[in-house]
C-alpha cells in the first residue's frame, strides 16, 4: 500500500539528514510511510516507530531486509534500537493526516466519531476526559495546550452539561463548545480548534513524549549522527528550540548583576542551521497543513549523553 499523504518538508528533512548508502535512520514518527519511503530511496536502512498499531497496514510493501517497524512510542528508540547506532532521527510531530482523516479515531470535529484521540490503542480517551476531568483541571488544558483564552467559560460549562448528559461524540462536543463561545462570528477557524487540539495533546502525553523522544534521540545517535524535527504549533516548536539550544551551548546568559553560571557539560549537538526552516510557496499552495511546520536540525557531537533527572 502506497502512503496516501505527502509528508511535509520532506525535501528539506532529507537533505538535514545528510543520508548516506547504508545508514541507519530512525524514522520516530512513522505514520503512513512517507518519510521512510525517502529514506529508503536514498540508500538508507530504516527502523521506525509508531504507538498506533494501525500504521502497520502501510509498511506491507516496504523491503523486510532494509526496513523494520516497531510498534512503540519514540521515545522508547534507544531502549529498543540501543545507543549510538543511528546516523539520524526523523520526528515529523502532531496527529498525523492519515488519523485525521478517519472518523472513528476521533480527532478532527469535521468528521463525526467516537470521542477517542488516542494515537495507541490504550489509555483514557478523550471522552473519559472531557466526562471526569475536575473543571480547574480541564481549564488547565485548554489553557495551556491549545491556548484557549476562553478556557474557563468552556471547561465550565463542559461541567454542567455532562452532569445530565455525558459527552461521546465529536461533532457533539465541538457543537457544544461553538454554542458557549457564541458561534464563529466570522471566524475561519472552527471555534473548537484550540479546545480539541488540547484534548489531544493531554490524551497522548505530547508534549511529555516529546521531551523524552528528543533525550532518547541523544542517546541513540552516534557521533555526527543528526537530528531532524517537524513540527506544527508553537508549543512543540518551543520545546525542540529549547533543547537543541542548551545541547548545543546557546542558552542565554543570566541575570549580569549575577554570577556566571556556565554549564561544565559539553555541546552534545552542534545545530545544523540557524532558526527553523518553513516550506516554500510550492509546497504551501498543495498542501494547507504546511502552513505551521517548522525544521529544526542538530548534528550528534562526540560528548557524552546529558545526565537528566528521572
Known amino acids: 500500500m502506497s502512503a496516501p499523504h505527502l509528508p511535509v518538508l520532506l525535501g528539506e528533512v532529507v537533505e538535514a539528514l545528510a543520508i548516506k548508502a547504508g545508514d541507519l535512520i530512525i524514522d520516530g514518527t512513522f505514520g503512513a510511510g512517507g518519510y521512510t519511503r525517502a529514506f529508503l530511496a536514498a540508500g538508507a536502512r530504516v527502523t521506525a516507530f509508531d504507538r498506533d498499531p494501525t500504521a502497520a497496514r502501510f509498511s ?3 523491503p523486510a531486509d532494509h526496513f523494520t517497524l ?18 539520524g532521527v526523523a520526528l515529523d510531530l502532531g496527529v498525523s493526516s492519515m488519523q485525521l482523516d478517519e472518523a472513528d479515531r476521533g480527532f478532527s470535529f469535521m468528521r463525526d466519531g467516537p470521542l477517542d484521540m488516542r494515537m495507541g490503542d490504550q489509555g483514557e480517551t478523550a471522552a473519559d ?4 476531568a475536575e473543571p480547574e483541571d480541564l481549564a488547565r488544558i485548554l489553557w495551556v495546550y491549545g491556548e484557549e483564552k476562553k478556557s474557563r467559560r468552556i ?3 463542559i461541567a ?11 461533532a457533539e462536543l465541538a457543537d457544544f463548545i461553538e454554542g458557549v463561545l457564541g458561534g464563529r462570528r466570522g471566524a475561519k477557524a472552527h471555534p473548537a480548534t484550540r479546545s480539541f487540539q488540547a484534548l489531544r495533546i493531554a490524551v497522548n502525553d505530547e508534549l511529555g513524549e516529546l521531551e523524552a523522544g528528543l533525550v ?4 541513540v545517535l552516534k557521533p555526527g549522527g543528526r ?10 516548536d518551543r520545546i525542540v528550540k529549547a533543547f537543541l539550544a542548551e545541547r548545543a551551548g ?5 541575570s549580569r548583576h549575577l554570577p556566571q553560571q556556565d554549564d561544565p557539560r559539553a555541546p552534545s549537538f552542534s545545530l545544523a542551521f540557524n532558526g527553523a526552516r518553513t516550506s516554500e510557496q510550492v509546497e504551501l499552495d498543495a498542501n494547507p497543513r504546511a502552513r505551521s511546520a517548522k525544521l529544526r536540525a542538530a548534528v550528534r557531537t562526540e560528548a557524552p549523553v546529558w545526565k537528566v533527572a528521572a
Open 60 to 62: 506491507s510493501d516496504l
Open 70 to 87: 516497531i510498534c512503540a512510542c519514540f521515545s522508547d528508540m534507544a531502549d529498543v534500537a540501543g545507543e549510538g547506532v543511528a546516523d
Open 129 to 132: 476526559l472531557v466526562n471526569t
Open 155 to 157: 471547561a465550565g460549562a
Open 160 to 170: 454542567r452539561r455532562r452532569l445530565q448528559q455525558p459527552f461521546t461524540r465529536t
Open 216 to 219: 532518547a534521540a541523544e542517546r
Open 227 to 236: 537530528l531532524a524535527v517537524v513540527t506544527f504549533h508553537s508549543l512543540e
Open 250 to 254: 546557546r542558552m542565554p546568559g543570566g
